[in-house]
């Protein structure tokens, strides 16, 4: 859930209300100020599904991955796309990516086009292949090409692998239970050889990248604790600096260029300004705080009434405008993000509760003792008896090559047992010394390992 509001956070990274910069009167009298352009659309909940019918690409091996041309500077183009584990709907999504956000592409087949995961996206590693490194708080990879997932666990294929001594950054969450046979998983952020894929139409590419290029694309992910405690996420920059715009004292912070058509900005009356401009530089100081932090209700409440008391027609007009703007494209996102951080909550309390209801009945019931091998009367591993014995018996106990004892039962299928090291309890019976071992008639038996 706090992948969603980080998503949500840099979707709206860069696309800031710009700042009201007066122009000279038009021929109807009115100032238009290129300020809090729409570009906020972007962060309507709404979710764009990636792939659509008839774009299912079947495969997806690396044969029939065209890499001419790649690496390239693309970005996303869609509210939320899908992104998959492979070029077809069939495919596992891996997280779905905000419109405008910077990415590495690096191959195609057909309709589908692949690309390097930004930093954002999280992905998992079995903890077996990691080791600390002094004075980092990274961790370091010691196999020699290890796979990242998705998930935690083997269910779902891999999506890129790593070389030993690769430096990766944990988020902090570790599974144990998805897939306990292969031990723990961490959860990293995202690595430039962890790769996704995208159907075409949702992906603008651009220019060719360089290798130094492709090496600064994707900003490193910063401290996780420092990484919570800012207002917007510090990975994936665009690839080229957004040039300073002077702006007065006083003036909002104004957002890049070209982030939605000037018919789409908020605009202000010639006349009776004021109140108008004191309310934008309250929205502005509620824009620039985390999502978490967003309350618009009393500014549009008081947009709301503005427009019902102004003497000022021009005034009231423009007050309900932005009333109904800011109800629209921004109270959708705040009011998403104040349901996550609820469901969020809830979730935690529940795991707490449940931690603790553990640590309880661990306290309140004893452990159960471990046997100890003197506590059999053999031990060893259950083997068939084979064709060629003359013996009383139907099966074989033993050490290596050793033959320890033969084994019968009249209440117990040995045959389930067969290479199995097992622990025997049972009655011993001489044999002939032609037959080489004595014969037990096993009462019970247990399991030591598979």
């Not at 004075?135 to 997932?149: F, K, P, Q, S, Y």
């Not at 599974?175 to 430039?192: F, L, M, Q």
Request: hydrophobic share 40%.
């Amino acid at each position: 859930m706090q992948e969603t509001i980080d998503r949500l956070k840099k979707s709206r990274a860069g696309h800031g209300p710009r700042a009201p910069r007066v122009r000279s009167a038009s021929a109807g009298g009115m100032l238009l100020v290129p300020a809090l352009l729409l570009s906020q659309l972007l962060l309507t909940p709404a979710s764009v599904e990636a792939q659509v019918a008839g774009g299912q690409v079947s495969g997806g091996g690396s044969a029939s991955i065209e890499t001419a041309g790649f690496p390239r500077a693309g970005e996303i183009r869609g509210n939320r796309v899908n992104i998959r584990t492979t070029p077809s709907t069939n495919a596992r999504v891996i997280i779905q990516l905000p419109d405008r956000t910077p990415v590495i592409a690096t191959g195609r087949n057909g309709d589908w086009v692949r690309f390097s995961l930004p930093p954002e996206v999280k992905v998992w590693i079995s903890q077996s292949f990691l080791e600390a490194v002094p004075g980092d708080t990274r961790l370091r990879v010691r196999g020699n090409r290890v796979n990242l997932r998705a998930t935690p666990g083997t269910k779902y294929r891999e999506i890129g692998q790593v070389a030993a001594g690769a430096l990766l950054r944990p988020t902090g969450h570790v599974d144990t239970i998805s897939d306990p046979a292969r031990g723990p998983w961490v959860e990293v952020d995202a690595p430039r050889e962890a790769s996704g894929w995208i159907f075409g139409k949702y992906i603008a590419l651009d220019r060719a990248l360089t290798p130094a290029e492709v090496g600064s694309f994707y900003r490193p992910a910063a401290n996780p604790e420092r990484d919570a405690a800012r207002a917007v996420s510090p990975v994936a920059p665009t690839a080229q600096a957004t040039p300073a715009v002077a702006k007065t004292p006083g003036e909002p912070t104004p957002a890049s260029a070209g982030d939605a058509p000037s018919s789409l900005a908020f605009r202000f009356p010639s006349v009776g300004q004021e109140p108008l401009v004191e309310i934008y530089e309250r929205i502005n100081a509620v824009f620039v705080k985390p999502l978490e932090e967003w309350k618009f209700e009393p500014i549009v409440g008081e947009l709301q009434e503005l427009a019902r008391t102004s003497e000022d027609a021009v005034v009231s007009r423009y007050a309900l405008e932005w009333a109904g703007l800011i109800e629209k494209h921004w109270l959708p996102t705040q009011r998403k993000v104040e349901e996550i951080t609820l469901r969020k909550n809830a979730a935690d309390r529940a795991q707490q509760e449940a931690q603790a209801k553990e640590e309880e009945s661990r306290l309140e019931k004893p452990p159960i003792p471990t046997p100890r091998e003197s506590d059999f009367s053999a031990v060893g591993w259950v083997a068939t008896l084979g064709k060629f014995r003359k013996v009383d018996g139907t099966h074989r106990l033993l050490n290596g090559n050793r033959l320890l004892f033969y084994l019968k039962s009249e209440q117990l299928k040995l045959d389930d047992y067969v290479d199995k090291r097992v622990g025997i309890r049972g009655v011993i019976q001489d044999q002939p010394p032609s037959a080489g071992a004595q014969l037990i008639l096993v009462t019970s038996i247990t399991v030591l390992s598979d």
